[in-house]
């Protein structure tokens, strides 16, 4: 439960030339004015109404259940029941701009506004101090729904259906009192408990959004991977969610997302192409419904695509107790836990490892490579690795090996030459040697404090094309798991290892990335408004 608002902080807008400095801010009122001497201080006052302002009062804040862009979760107790929830506090130092304050005001009104359901987390009480919003919720013990799915052994179809229609059932229920979510993807679902038939729950609304019917919307918010298209064509209605929920059950039934692309403006491409690969495994032994189901959810024409009411409606969903119970396979579970997206860092880092390896490790590659490169380019293609690895005894699937040439192609030729094949051939070994990743990380650590600052990142990648501070930040928010500021060895370890994790990704994305990304698509004739 620790996205607590998904949309990071913008900074501070300056006043424009020509514009009045001292007019009103909406969001100060005269009983938080605090007199200091000449000078009077305002307090920012985000909610309109109140439990209280001393939580304290009420409630004890325990132990740190997750955190977000602008706040952190705490486990909460009644101090006069006894009971548990969950205290999503919000500092007001995070919130720099009339548009993050709004966010939160919303999110508070629309969980306040759509009716008790069994699917959609409760709103207990709401209070605000001088720092802080606490906005006291149901607690939800029962974990991530990828989670969930990973740890039960028997992943099939009939499973995916289950979490499917309750996903859609709380997409219609929002639609029905007029709010639309915006950001539904499988981290802001959560299970009640930790018992086998714990209801999921919708625990996020810090971006939803109040609609009338007919009206359209051109704010980009968000998470990439689960856009519609039309949102990056900044005009769009409530069918975006229902986009959302059809990329949610396309990785419910694979374990991958359907538009994928390592850079966010490959994500945008693909989503305006939407081209669905129906031909990976499992697809071809996933029933024809299912594969109905998703095709008419992920249509890019909102006016075609089906409403929550008739996704329901489906056979899929409407048989969802008869829908195949035969294992989706290992290799789905495996993707739902883990995507591996290599980072620039990590490319370099890959670099840096191979430059590292011994004469025999080496002459190894270098061996295999040559063995591969048939044409004697000095590169090879995807076809040439594939019949190469084979040849090797390594199996690596068609899809999979795609998505690592893609990764380590860093000049984006579609090939690969002799140094991109190190990084692909060091990665396939598992990094098992930590040695060499002592070495990598003390070649970024160039003040050998034991730590990556952000100096160290700016230095190591300055010469990689395309690397903006953006870049760098995010790769920062990715990597710094524990949100000091900087990474550890063992968070450098741990990126090596496990590779990023895609779900995550989401939440490096900005508004202003994708505003200024859309306005880009839209010059380069990408993004055809009138589609």
């Not at 290799?331 to 880092?349: D, G, Y």
Request: proline share 4%; net charge neutral.
């Amino acid at each position: 439960m620790g996205n607590c608002c998904a949309t990071p902080g913008s900074p501070v807008e300056k006043n424009k030339k020509g514009q009045k400095k001292n007019k009103a801010n909406p969001f100060y009122g005269d009983e938080y004015a605090v007199s200091n001497g000449s000078a009077t201080t305002f307090k920012l006052r985000v909610l309109k109404q109140l439990t209280g302002q001393d939580i304290s009062s009420q409630y004890d804040l325990g132990r740190e259940l997750g955190r977000g862009e602008f706040g952190v979760t705490y486990l909460c107790t009644d101090v006069n029941t006894g009971e548990k929830y969950a205290c999503k506090s919000i500092s007001k130092k995070k919130l720099r701009t009339a548009v993050d304050i709004e966010d939160v005001r919303r999110e508070v009104e629309i969980m306040k506004h759509l009716p008790k359901h069994t699917n959609i987390v409760t709103l207990k009480d709401t209070y605000e101090d001088d720092d802080a919003v606490h906005i006291v919720m149901e607690l939800c013990e029962g974990g991530e729904l990828f989670d969930r799915i990973v740890a039960r052994g028997h992943y099939t179809e009939r499973a995916a259906a289950v979490v499917m229609r309750t996903i859609v059932e709380v997409v219609q229920m929002c639609h029905k009192h007029g709010v639309m979510h915006r950001d539904l993807k499988p981290e802001n679902f959560l299970f009640g408990n930790k018992k086998e038939n714990a209801p999921l729950k919708a625990i996020d609304f810090g971006l939803s959004v109040f609609f009338k019917p007919g009206e359209r919307f051109n704010e980009i918010v968000g998470s990439p991977y689960y856009m519609a298209p039309e949102v990056l064509k900044r005009n769009y209605g409530p069918e975006v969610d229902v986009w959302s929920a059809g990329v949610i059950l396309y990785i419910l039934l694979c374990g991958v997302p359907p538009f994928w692309a390592e850079t966010e403006q490959g994500v945008a491409q693909a989503i305006i192409r939407s081209v669905i690969d129906f031909k990976r495994d499992p697809w071809p032994k996933v029933s024809d419904n299912a594969k109905d189901l998703v095709k008419k959810m992920l249509n890019p024409d909102p006016k075609q695509r089906l409403t929550a009411q008739e996704v329901l409606e489906h056979p899929w969903l409407q048989n969802a107790k008869k829908a195949p119970n035969v294992p989706l396979g290992e290799t789905v579970k495996a993707r739902l836990k883990q995507f591996s997206v290599m980072n620039k860092l990590k490319k370099r880092a890959l670099r840096v490892i191979a430059e590292h390896l011994s004469v025999e490790e080496v002459a190894g590659i270098k061996e295999a490579f040559d063995v591969m490169d048939t044409g004697k380019r000095g590169k090879i293609n995807l076809e040439e690795l594939r019949m190469g690895l084979q040849k090797l005894g390594q199996q690596i699937p068609d899809a999979d090996l795609q998505i690592l040439v893609e990764a380590a192609d860093v000049d984006g030729d579609g090939t690969l030459n002799y140094g991109e094949f190190v990084a692909v051939s060091v990665h396939l070994r598992k990094m098992a040697n930590d040695e060499h990743l002592h070495k990598a990380f003390a070649f970024f650590d160039l003040n050998q404090s034991g730590f990556l600052e952000i100096e160290d990142l700016r230095d190591s990648l300055n010469d990689e094309v395309d690397t903006s501070e953006e870049v760098i930040n995010a790769i920062m928010l990715d990597v710094d798991t524990d949100k000091d500021g900087r990474i550890s060895y063992e968070e450098f370890v741990a990126m090596m290892k496990a590779g990023t994790d895609w779900r995550k990704a989401s939440r490096q994305y900005s508004r202003e990335r994708f505003n200024s990304l859309s306005l880009k698509l839209m010059r380069d004739g990408s993004l055809q408004l009138g589609n």
